[in-house]
């Protein structure tokens, strides 16, 4: 990071100049001090001129530029769809800055790009365009210190499907629908994950999943391992399933063909959940089962538990009467059996 000099007390300007890391990974800093911060930055870039030299090479980049070869660096690392994303993102956000120099970028000019962004887009977007925007910057122009106040991210409410509208879909579902749909239901695959199976991937007791079928750059259907190495499972599945998984022809379909598919299906029948809920389902009744959180993320092909939590923070919607009545009687039975006690 370029040394930046802030005022003391006193007057005067002190700039810090990276030295060395040490053995626990801690970084350690030399500080100088001067008159003017003009003096003191120029001592401390004095400090290992070499190291600095190299990051104020990025300077006159244009913002455009450095995403672009943020990208370039990074493609053999990122997923074609993020690539894919990446690039949307150098082309559509920020115009007012993407052409700007990175010298000439400042806190309040990515300030006020936020603001604008956030009267157009939903809190999440905001905050994924501000995530690739300080990632570019904090490689190519570190000097500048974001302390962006972002959109409060704003919960959404997922749908969790009953079973009663799981098997309504499924006895609604054509030939090339169902099994994707008992997949996701019963097994938790994304579309994603369905569309790269092959006859290969299924055994007598289930299904693994090694790829995914995702959009490269030239908007062509791809086969690519899984995104996170969470992807790459084992998902067990009901006999009477994997008989017509066994059946289905997987070359007839993509993630675009199923999601035309269940919007013709949802828009007949009147269901008001994406198919991807029929994840949300699997996982939330495992979880009303008393499956471990552990357990249902490592099948699920969840990196994490976190997202697993807003998928069943509520109760499925047709367990809610048994749970109610439940918990009535728990606190009826524990305050008569303390009234017989006293009596």
């Not at 995914?212 to 995104?227: E, H, L, N, S, T």
Request: with cysteine.
């Amino acid at each position: 990071m370029l040394p930046t000099a802030k005022k003391l007390p006193s007057g005067r300007w002190r700039a810090r100049a990276y030295d060395y890391t040490d053995a626990n990974g801690k970084r350690h800093y030399v500080s100088f001090t001067a008159n003017t911060k003009s003096e003191a930055q120029t001592a401390a870039r004095a400090h290992k001129p070499s190291l600095y030299k190299a990051q104020s090479s990025y300077l006159d980049l244009t913002l455009k530029q450095a995403y672009k070869r943020y990208v370039d660096t990074h493609t053999g690392t990122l997923s074609p769809s993020t690539v894919r994303e990446y690039t949307r993102a150098r082309d559509r956000d920020f115009p007012a800055l993407m052409g700007m120099k990175l010298k000439d970028i400042t806190p309040e000019l990515v300030q006020t790009a936020i603001n604008e962004a956030s009267a157009k887009y939903a809190p999440k977007t905001v905050r994924d365009k501000h995530g690739l925007l300080h990632k570019v910057l904090k490689l190519y122009a570190p000097h500048i210190i974001l302390n962006t106040d972002l959109p409060r991210s704003v919960q959404s409410e997922v749908y969790v499907p009953t079973t009663e509208e799981v098997a309504a879909a499924l006895s609604a579902a054509n030939d090339v629908l169902r099994v994707p749909i008992l997949l996701a239901s019963r097994g938790s695959l994304r579309r994603s994950e369905i569309c790269a199976l092959t006859k290969s991937d299924v055994t007598d007791f289930g299904v693994n999943i090694t790829k995914a079928m995702v959009k490269d750059m030239d908007k062509q259907w791809v086969i690519k391992p899984p995104k996170t190495e969470a992807g790459t499972r084992f998902c067990p599945l009901p006999p009477d399933v994997i008989k017509e998984v066994k059946k289905y022809d997987f070359s007839q379909i993509t993630p675009d063909k199923i999601e035309r598919q269940w919007q013709r299906l949802k828009e007949a029948q009147g269901f008001k959940f994406k198919f991807h809920a029929f994840r949300h389902y699997w996982a939330s009744l495992l979880h009303s089962k008393g499956f471990p959180d552990q357990y249902i993320a490592k099948i699920g092909g969840w990196s994490t538990i976190e997202m697993l939590h807003r998928v069943y923070a509520h109760a499925l919607r047709d367990k809610l009467p048994e749970y109610t009545d439940k918990v009535v009687d728990i606190f009826t039975q524990e305050f008569e059996t303390k009234k017989e006690k006293k009596a």
